[in-house]
């Protein structure tokens, strides 16, 4: 192709793959928005606030409410973590790990994709999408300019790996422009795919229809909210000293996650993000 149309062709095939490979380190390296457990002093503190708020023989219900843009929002108690989640967060059942925005936990980049990593998760399947059809095309034109000289049946014959990119390239960019046509339209929408499958915010099981409370009505303003908000520092102490939990019930595995001030943190970004939500 470099002899018979430029050699900017495999300059632009280069610089694709570099950003994708970019993109997956990013997003499989990247600390996804995981908030620290709370230590067994904040997580008795915060039982015992649980507790009086009712009566002797009351057991209350492990949920909270804040408003968000006027609209009431629960907070869920998570029993791994021992605290109330932020707007937003969930448990990760494979991580073992409350994750802030979680979206989804991606078995093709090895972690959750969550607030802190969403935008290079979208930007490495973008970028793996125009990879994917420039191969793609760049196949189908190597072919085609190889038939007309020595037709199509020989071209197979001398070139059976360029068939075989082919019929992948094929099957594969279908999935690809999908699955980025589908997060296309979440980032527009202000949506994570966990609250899309749930229907949070819509009737799909049901329940009355509600807006989106996170939503700023406008898809241009949603994508810049999402892809290009200030990127949150990470509340992981990677240098902290992980102390084993004498405590802890069989099967449980600790993680850096589970040190610090998991609870005080948590009911602070929850204060903060209803503050800022109703500014």
């Known amino acids: 192709l470099t002899r018979h149309l430029t050699l900017a062709i495999p300059i632009i095939a280069g610089f694709l793959f570099l950003f994708v490979v970019s993109a997956l380190l990013h997003t499989s390296l990247s600390d996804p928005g995981i908030l620290p457990r709370a230590t067994p002093e904040e997580a008795a503190h915060l039982e015992r606030q649980i507790d009086n708020s009712g009566g002797s023989s009351y057991r209350p219900p492990r949920t909270r ?16 973590c021992k605290m109330f989640r932020p707007p937003r967060t969930s448990h990760c ?34 970028s793996l999408s125009f990879l994917t059809a420039f191969i793609f095309a760049c196949v189908i034109t190597h072919l085609t300019l190889r038939s007309q000289r020595i037709g199509l049946l020989n071209v197979l014959q001398e070139s059976p790996a360029s ?25 527009a929408s202000n949506l994570t795919t966990n609250e899309d ?10 329940c009355e229809e509600t807006g989106n409370p996170y939503s700023y009505n406008s898809a241009l303003t949603n994508c810049c909210a999402v892809l ?17 939990d004498t405590e ?12 610090g001030t998991g609870a005080e ?15």
């Open 65 to 80: 409410e804040v408003l968000i843009n006027g609209q009431p929002v629960k907070l869920k108690y998570c029993f791994s």
């Open 93 to 126: 059942s494979l991580c073992d790990n409350c994750v802030e925005r979680f979206d989804h936990h991606c078995p093709w980049v090895g972690n959750c994709v969550g607030k802190r990593n969403y935008r290079f998760f979208y930007m490495f399947l973008l």
């Open 163 to 187: 068939a075989l990119e082919l019929l992948i390239c094929f099957f594969s960019v279908w999935s690809i422009l999908g699955l980025s046509g589908f997060h296309t339209y979440l980032v």
């Open 197 to 206: 499958i749930k229907g949070s915010w819509t009737t799909k099981r049901g």
């Open 228 to 244: 290009c908000g200030p990127m949150p520092p990470s509340l992981i102490d990677r240098r902290g000293y992980l102390e084993m």
């Open 248 to 259: 802890q019930q069989p099967g449980h595995k600790c993680s850096p996650a589970s040190q």
């Open 265 to 279: 943190a948590s009911l602070e970004i929850c204060e903060e993000f209803a503050v800022s939500c109703s500014a």
